[in-house]
């Protein structure tokens, strides 16, 4: 008689019943009658199989376990696999730096984190030191010895109010960092581009992320100056003059980043971009409003989930070869790159460790170091300055690396939960998700667990369901196997 608490999760398609391993990394094919018995035999009902399901079903699980699958085995501890080395990343590892030049902007952007609207920034008048941009950039020197690249970024506020402070950065990483292959990137409003300004930028190939939210109405409803006056026309001004007089700059050093806002429609933003002549030679990515440390909560209204499911459907259909690729959105094509890559990464192992860490925590201090006005080093621009439990050390004093520890294995936090969820290998929580400011909470963190199970659920389905139609995604090790 067949007895399984298996660690796996059973999912359907319209074309087919599959199983995700979490012990071996894989999905099975199933027939419907072994789903069935997989299915009974995992629920609550009962342990025992009974004998309403067929011998071949039974035979195929039972050959199943005697391969490996099926195991009931869960990690006993959530424990970053770096944890024990995380000492050499940081000292010889570090792979970019971002410096928060300004807290001062020009405009008065309704969704900005500066706004107001957050618990983590305001504006203020607050702005870098010279002399704390260089020893930032002597630490993040010294820290990036293993690296043939060296990546510097400059973040406000608006960094363009400090054009002669990022020159000054600029020259000086250049110096100190001769040998590596070095990369500038400057996340600006675009509104106080001038010709001397791109001309020192493509001279020096510095790239930027241009905040560009759509039409004029899309555009002008949260992206205005103090007096509330919209910056479209201001933006496309600058832009007509970058097209003009530096073309290759255009083509080659821009990205268009719009805002979503999803209480606007999603399709007038989509069309835009669709008939937009400049974001044609540049490239374009999107983001939402960030519900991260926000005092409210931004919502999608049915019609712009609606909106944005049809896209992505569209773009699956232009990868299997059913549609142009001209009537899918660029906005959103990173949808389909984003399956590839996850189905990339179920590769077979023999079991999961009795030491696992769930997805989601970067590797603090290593992946990026963001460095604010003061000199105090945090893991991106998107935590809070005011929580303690993000401060990871200073220009001064360097890493905390007790801190970073902590946030390297958020997972501790919600351990008992965290070993028994099937969907550890695709979460996505890191540490800022715990984050109330006062503490790291568990409770916060758990809370946000059955988006993340939904979220992986219907990735998998995803996958299965474009496999099933002929998609090539990346070749990887996941099992073709049919019971």
């Not at 899309?218 to 992206?223: A, D, G, V, Y």
């Amino acid at each position: 008689m067949i007895v399984l608490n298996s660690f796996i999760h059973l999912f359907k398609t319209p074309g087919g019943h599959y199983l995700y391993d979490v012990n071996k990394n894989v999905i099975l094919d199933l027939s419907e009658e072994e789903y069935k018995l997989l299915n009974y035999i995992n629920s609550d009902d009962t342990g025992n199989c009974t004998m309403e399901f067929n011998a071949q079903a039974k035979e195929s699980i039972d050959n199943l376990r005697d391969l490996g699958f099926l195991s009931e085995k869960r990690p006993k501890e959530m424990y970053h696999p770096l944890n024990d080395t995380i000492l050499s990343h940081l000292n010889n590892k570090v792979n970019m730096i971002t410096l928060q030049i300004t807290k001062q902007c020009n405009l008065r952007c309704k969704y900005c984190i500066y706004s107001g609207d957050y618990e983590n920034r305001v504006h203020s008048n607050e702005k870098m030191t010279l002399e704390t941009a260089q020893k930032a950039i002597d630490f993040y020197i010294d820290h990036s010895r293993d690296n043939d690249k060296g990546l510097l970024a400059f973040y406000g506020g608006e960094p363009l109010l400090e054009f002669e402070f990022i020159k000054n950065c600029v020259e000086y990483f250049e110096e100190k960092a001769e040998g590596k292959y070095i990369h500038f990137s400057v996340t600006t409003n675009a509104t106080l581009l001038t010709e001397e300004i791109v001309e020192y930028f493509q001279k020096h190939n510095v790239h930027l992320l241009i905040s560009l939210d759509g039409s004029s109405e899309i555009h002008n409803k949260n992206r205005v100056y103090r007096d509330d006056k919209g910056t479209f026309e201001k933006v496309m001004e600058n832009l007509e003059m970058v097209k003009t007089k530096f073309p290759d700059f255009l083509s080659s050093n821009i990205t268009f980043n719009a805002v979503l806002d999803p209480r606007n429609e999603f399709s007038c933003v989509n069309n835009f971009f669709t008939d937009f002549e400049l974001a044609k030679e540049a490239s374009v990515m999107a983001s939402e409003i960030s519900n991260l440390y926000r005092k409210d909560t931004v919502k999608a209204s049915e019609n712009y989930i609606s909106e944005i499911e049809y896209e992505i459907f569209k773009i699956f259909l232009s990868n299997l070869g059913h549609l142009d690729e001209k009537y899918t959105s660029k906005l959103l094509s990173k949808e389909y790159v984003e399956r590839k890559v996850r189905y990339s990464r179920l590769k077979m192992r023999d079991e999961i460790p009795d030491r696992f860490h769930h997805g989601g925590p970067c590797v603090a201090g290593v992946q990026r170091l963001f460095t604010d006005v003061d000199g105090n080093f945090y893991p991106c621009e998107r935590v809070s300055e005011s929580s303690p439990h993000m401060k990871i050390g200073n220009i001064n004093d360097g890493f905390d690396v007790d801190k970073i520890k902590t946030l390297l294995n958020i997972g501790k936090l919600s351990e008992d939960k965290c070993i028994n969820c099937w969907a550890l290998m695709f979460c996505n929580l890191c540490a800022s998700a715990a984050d109330d400011i006062d503490e790291l909470s568990a409770e916060k963190k758990v809370s946000r667990c059955s988006s993340v199970i939904d979220t992986a659920d219907s990735m998998l389905k995803d996958i299965c369901t474009l496999r099933e139609f002929g998609a090539e995604l990346v070749k990887a090790d996941m099992s073709e196997r049919k019971l």
